[in-house]
Nanobody, 120 residues
Framework: QVQLVQSGGGLVQAGGSLRLSCEVSRNGFSINAIGWYRQVPGKQRELVASIGSGGSTDYANSVKGRFTISRDNVKNTVYLQMNSLKPGETAIYYC??????????????WGQGTQVTVSS
């Protein structure tokens, strides 16, 4: 099973920056893509950014130009750098992997989530 351990997050003032980390233990799985999601209570979890195995990235329109997803293959860690944060982006942030094990594809794993609070 893929294991994900998140770190980072916390409280920041509007306009500030935070960096989230997601350490990935592949345990024999091939990671096809990693995404960062966020969820506000009472709302659906939404995709913020993703990075594919080839390094291609994708962002929600609302965060383009402010958030950056990246990965360190040596540390097996994916990062989400968040700049110019807004109060409305207060949420629990999750990383998620989509992976393959042998012939089994579409295996998903979620991180434990980390709270990001942006004060006005």
């Amino acid at each position: 099973q893929v294991q994900l351990v998140q770190s980072g997050g916390g409280l920041v003032q509007a306009g500030g920056s935070l960096r989230l980390s997601c350490e990935v233990s592949r345990n024999g799985f091939s990671i096809n893509a990693i995404g960062w999601y966020r969820q506000v209570p009472g709302k659906q979890r939404e995709l913020v950014a993703s990075i594919g195995s080839g390094g291609s990235t994708d962002y929600a329109n609302s965060v383009k130009g402010r958030f950056t997803i990246s990965r360190d293959n040596v540390k097996n860690t994916v990062y989400l750098q968040m700049n110019s944060l807004k109060p409305g982006e207060t949420a629990i942030y999750y990383c998620k992997t989509e992976s393959t094990y042998g012939r089994v594809t579409g295996v998903f794993q979620w991180g434990q989530g980390t709270q990001v609070t942006v004060s006005s």
